[in-house]
């Protein structure tokens, strides 16, 4: 698949079809493979894939607006592309995806504690063991054999929602008070692109600085709500945090629960409307009243 | 060179917990502890660095009651840090010059730096993004610690304040750590920096930022876990009967750090936040200061979302002919 | 040992409205005890409004006036809670802050200020202080712009100075309104009209951005060297003291090393501003 990719982004650099393409490249850490920004067709070589290619490369898409560029993009990050897209933040003609279907990335941060240099399917994000959309629902063309959905699993999720109110409540003063309040989980996010970040308003002032538990708390359902429809369960939160936070617990308890109630999925398909922006006579109103 | 067995110095430390504040390392983290138990070395360094204890990521600097009568906190506290790297005592030292100035004295910081005993541990093996001797110190230098220990398995050796050593009940020894210290040095990956801060100000309006930066995803991780960054914010707190004023941690990398009143950011664009924070540490700091702002931890290396690299960075400052 | 953080209090002993719009407003503070401090034209306080936030002014007084004046624009939290303030209302003030316009180098020579807008505020206390001492100085010469004639600052003093012959001034506005007759025009244009020379004099310059980035080239062309050209830089500054980092450019802190710096200082720095 690297040749694939380095064939594609060397013709569309050669042709001036794109100004640059964003892809991965080796990282200097080990079993790290981090985002590259190729411009000139002789640097392709530097354009690898393998599974350790975690981030979502779409969170960079906007610094690029009005100019072309290719990408290169996992099922998850195609998703995120379209969202963009749907939300008014890209134009499709802006982007040529390159689309990479994908059989799961690996969680470093557990092989390297573990000793471990070769990855197995143990060592699987969990959102990747259970990913709907392997495969790329938009892309300008496919490198790679299409790879089947696995089998939706929440039971991460549903572990906490099994808990009673205080164990709940203890789970999570626990796990988020952690939190160091750095926003690497809002910048490696590409549906987090607001100007002014709730948590950076001052007028009025929402959330106080500081690492006040109640502010961490804040500060985390906040970013869940704020995503709660627009989320396409990519992780790139979760691996970017440097305190290993539980934040897709978090995000896939709200994508569980817009498609309970909405039968919804973010990022799908570029004829659908922002779910929780779009008003429908059908729409449940038990949670409202 | 003296020396004490584990078991007995922490015996010892345990007692002086209650009369001391005992910051130590406790997981992914520093944290002030009831107890000895509570320490735990999950690797070489802890993720957030010790330089919590002189500069809190939350300080109240004073509070104020419903009349508006200003009051300060009366801190009396004596602490120890116990567990420090070389690298993190560097640190701090590097943290003195703006904190501890003659014209404006920050009393918070130096209450803090007078009270605190530093006792640190040189590093038996260096980890693979360490790169602490590019800057003239090592893995075994003591530097500005009251005490370094060395691990030797079951007990430490140590050097430093006669007093201290005293304290716990040190005694004699023939061994020396030079053979270890040696293997630890030669495993470091040193950086080539002579010249840099010069080069970087050749090179400070050509493409190199932009061109560096184009992976950065402007999060504060690295100034976060950082120990020589100290930048912060001040913020007033509205409570029922009064408020108070606090500092908390900022970071030059996020966006709203120079955003003003009016609308206008200087630095809104992100290579120019990037550009702030390398020149900060390696050409800023070096000219006031004779020293560098970095003190080679690494650990900007190791949690950095998108694997920006200092290191490569500073190699390729060196030989940019932009 | 001082702690620099802890605001004084101070008391609004008069406040009034600059401009129509109410965007401008002018406060003079006295100390609740005591005298007000010592300090130089170009210096800056940090206002302080418990509860809001804290924001640095530049001086628009001089010390023996006896109280601190500032001229605040109207934009964020901390200044429409001091625009809200009215005579006998207590504030915090830290101050005096950063360096100031360096007199000492002006000795014997002329003077020539150029302003716009509401950054006339520190230039006042220039101007009263290079008059207080006029035998030290040689020509005095003015050159201050607005958009509007409600939107230059102490207009009466204005008047007061032109009256005197101490100063040349060249006083102008944007557009034509009826009833000035003062210049007509934007500061750069009316500054290379006023033609002064460089010879034997220092220049001193404050005003919002746009208007510094028309003006440079001129001062350029008139032929004043940038080691006697001054300015005030302004930058979003929190603890006002050097420590936060927020204000650096370069390696300077505007607060502390600033904010008046020679543009022949500002050429080697990057231009974030």
Known sequence: ?289 | MKRIEKNKFYEKLNGMIGEYRVFAPSGDRYRYIEDVSEIRFDGLLTKMSPKAHFLPQEEELFRWDEKENIKVKDVNDRYIVFGMRPCEVRAVTLLDPTFDTEKFPDPYYINRRKNTIIISIACNEPLETCFCTSFGYGPFTKGDADLMLVDMGDYFLGEGDEDILNLFGFTDSEEDYKELKEKAESRIGRIEIEGIPEKLEQIRETDFFKKITQRCITCGTCTFLCPTCYCFDIQDRNRLNGGKRVRVWDSCMFKIYTHETSGHNPRYEEHRRMRQRVMHKFAYYPSLYNQYGCVGCGRCVTYCPVNFDIREVIREAGGYNG | MDNPYIPVPMRVKMARFESDDRSLKTIDLEPVEGEVFDFMPGQFCEISILGKGEAPFGIASVPWEGILRFTINRAGVVTTAIHQLEEGDVVGVRGPLGNWYPVDLFEGKNIVIVSGGFAFTTLRSLIKYLLKNRERFGKLTLVYGARRPDLLLYRDEIEEWEKSGEMDMYITIDKPVEGWNGYVGFVPQVLEQASPSPENAYLVMCGPPAMIKFTLPVIEKLGFKPETVFTSLERRMKCGIGKCGRCNIGKYYVCKDGPVFSLDQLNKLPKEY
């Not at chain 1, 975690?54 to 072309?68: D, F, P, Q, S, V």
């Not at chain 1, 002032?205 to 906040?222: A, R």
Request: a negative charge.
């Open chain 1, 1 to 289: 698949m690297t040749e694939k990719i380095r064939e594609i982004a060397r013709r569309l650099l050669e042709n001036g079809e794109v100004e640059l393409v964003i892809g991965f490249e080796k990282g200097t850490i080990p079993l790290k493979s981090r985002p590259v920004f190729i411009e000139k067709p002789e640097e392709v070589e530097k354009l690898i894939w393998d599974g350790f290619c975690e981030n979502n490369l779409a969170t960079y898409l906007r610094r690029y607006r009005g100019r072309k560029v290719g990408i290169v993009a996992k099922g998850c990050d195609s998703r995120a592309i379209v969202n963009l897209i749907v939300e008014g933040q890209l134009n499709r003609e802006d982007v040529y995806i390159i689309g990479v279907p994908c059989t799961g990335m690996y969680d470093r941060r557990k092989m390297i504690r573990d000793g471990k240099e070769e990855p197995s399917e143990d060592y699987l994000f969990l959102n990747c063991k259970t990913c709907p959309y392997p495969t790329p629902v938009l892309y300008d063309e496919l490198v790679g054999e299409e790879v089947s959905p696995r089998d939706r699993d929440y039971s991460d999720v549903e572990t906490i929602e099994k808990m009673s109110s205080d164990e709940r409540w203890e789970w999570f003063q626990r796990e988020f008070s952690r939190c160091i309040r750095c926003y690497a989980c809002r910048e490696a996010c590409p549906m987090c692109f607001c100007e002014f970040c709730f948590v950076d308003e001052n007028r009025p002032e929402w959330v106080e600085g500081g690492i006040h538990p109640s502010d961490l708390g804040f500060w985390n359902l906040g970013r869940a709500f704020h995503l709660a429809g627009r989320c396409v369960e990519c992780g790139a939160c979760e691996r970017a945090c440097p305190m290993e936070l539980p934040l897709m617990v978090l995000n896939r308890k709200m994508v569980k629960d817009v498609k309970e109630i909405f039968d919804y999925e973010a990022g799908v398909s570029l004829d659908e409307k922002p779910v929780l922006g779009t008003f429908n006579p059908e729409d449940r109103e038990d949670f409202i009243l």
